[in-house]
């Protein structure tokens, strides 16, 4: 059968992981490198589980294939296919989930890769440590063979976990929270520039959405780190992006790589490379592509924090309000998880292997647990209600509502490629008549900024919805 060998190095802060294994069809090694924390412990029995998964496969015998067909065709069902034509590209058998390249035409079908029942639990801790490109390579290298004979083997990214504040214990103690604050703009400019402010002429109110979402991830931040969380913000300066650096900045030192590896990803054609280079506008540039890329660098950097929970943060605005320069008298909460995806967004090799994420692992339950709390505690500080499905056109046509009110099912960039729980909150409507005066107001000073206490009773639901949320698995 071959064998297997674990060891274990202790080097000043850090634990070392070197394992390997020998088996006739080839082999593999691991190394992994974590440093003292409250999550070592998880870490490690995590290392050792995915080891074990990768050199003993469960034998077909052992699986109960039509349990398992049943048990994903109802959550894809339920979450994730909004148009039912993922069986196009997903299909379900006796072995396990075959993955096709997209067709127009049925018979032309291309098998790409499977995932056989007997190996999802190698897929999900292989998931758990290595981005959405790297386990699309070891899925396209694999092909219709089994995870642990396919040639190459497996290589884990290194693990870091940050230090664990000292005793006492808090209330928020070994827990690590992302928090995304939406967009980028500090200024009016900037915000014209992403079509992100709304500027009402009576009442008189201009509001920047990423100044906004700023001010309240700045004062949840300071909220959570006061009860011992470790706290993570994917950008922490405004008009900065999540690169580190402005928009002009970008342009002048990554902008060329980062367009020429979108092209080799698939994610922009010939025609659109060479356009973006050669004849668009800044503006055009920024809302075309930088964007999009930025929202990739936010999931990236999410992804290597590895937290406990994610929350990224928005303010809506009325769909049908034109412009934004009248008030509106909707006003609602709402909260998005991964799922819904539809026909046309099958068609790249990232989101297939995402779409399996969201299938074969508990995120998006869990995600939704975790928004329930949020929506709870919105709705009660802000007295503004969940919204319904009817309440938005992209509600009723590009989601899927779950069993908890106000939060729905949408692929969006960041509920796709963001790992783990997850809550996309989008607070209240800044064009809401009443909003608007009040978001408007500067009687708040964070640092340098100066905000609304609207914008602090928003931080303070929410800082409420995770309290409330860890509390329940404490009990």
């Known amino acids: 059968m071959g064998n297997i060998k674990i060891q274990f190095y202790l080097c000043r802060n850090f634990v070392y992981i070197l394992s390997s294994a020998s088996a006739t069809a080839g082999g593999f090694k691991i190394y992994l490198r974590f440093k003292h924390g409250a999550k070592m412990r998880r870490r490690i029995q995590t ?3 995915t080891v074990y998964c990768l050199w003993f496969t469960v034998s077909p015998a052992q699986v109960n294939s039509d349990s398992l067909i049943s ?51 190698n897929f999900q801790q292989l998931f758990i440590n290595n981005d959405t490109e790297t386990m699309l390579k070891y899925c396209l290298e694999k092909a219709d063979n089994p995870f642990h004979i396919f040639a190459g083997g497996i ?37 014209k520039m992403e079509k992100k402010w709304v500027d009402i002429k009576n009442p008189p109110a201009t509001l920047i959405e990423g100044e906004l979402t700023f001010a309240t991830a700045l004062i949840l931040k300071k909220k959570l ?18 690169f580190g650096i402005d928009f002009v900045k970008w342009t002048d030192s990554l902008f060329i790589k980062a ?30 592509f930088f964007l999009l890329e930025d929202l990739r660098e936010r999931a990236r950097k999410i992804n290597e924090f590895n937290p406990d929970l994610t929350l990224i943060i928005h303010y809506n605005v009325d769909e049908t309000n034109t ?15 991964g799922g819904s995806f539809t026909a046309d967004e099958f068609d790249k090799p990232e989101a297939r292997i995402e779409f399996l994420r969201l299938l074969l692992t508990d995120d998006i339950e869990r995600s ?33 509502k779950t069993d908890v009110s106000g939060v729905f099912c949408r692929n969006l960039t960041l509920t796709r490629k963001v790992k783990g729980i997850i809550c996309y909150g989008e607070s209240l409507y800044q064009d809401n008549i009443n909003e608007c005066k009040v978001l408007s107001k500067k009687e708040v000073k964070i640092g340098e900024m100066e905000t609304s206490k609207r914008v602090e009773e928003i931080a303070e639901a929410y800082y409420q919805g995770i309290m409330n949320y860890v509390k329940s698995k404490t009990k």
């Open 155 to 191: 290589q884990f990214q290194r693990i870091f976990v940050p230090a664990i504040p000292p005793l006492p214990p808090k209330m928020l103690d070994h827990y690590f929270i992302s928090l995304d604050p939406g967009h980028i703009a500090g200024d009016l400019e900037t915000a």
């Open 259 to 288: 367009i020429d590896d979108a092209y080799a990803r698939g994610d922009v054609s010939f025609e659109e490379k060479n356009y973006l280079l050669t004849k668009a506008n800044n503006t055009e540039i920024f809302r075309r």
């Open 368 to 400: 939704i647990e975790f928004s329930k709390y949020m929506m709870e505690s919105l709705v009660e500080k802000t007295k503004v209600p969940a919204a319904l499905d009817s309440n938005a056109v992209y509600l009723k046509d590009n989601c899927i």
């Open 47 to 49: 290392a050792l589980f």
């Open 71 to 121: 048990v994903y065709t109802m959550k894809m069902q339920k979450y994730l296919d909004k148009e039912n034509n993922a069986s196009d590209v997903f299909s379900f058998t006796k072995a396990g989930i075959e993955v096709y390249l997209p067709a127009t035409d049925f018979s032309q079908k291309k098998l790409e890769y499977i995932l056989f029942w007997n190996e999802l639990n």
């Open 225 to 242: 780190e006061a009860h011992g969380a470790t706290v993570m913000l994917t950008r922490d300066t405004a008009n900065i992006s999540a």
């Open 323 to 337: 412009n934004w320069n009248k008030p509106t008298k909707k006003n609602y909460n709402m909260a998005f998880v």
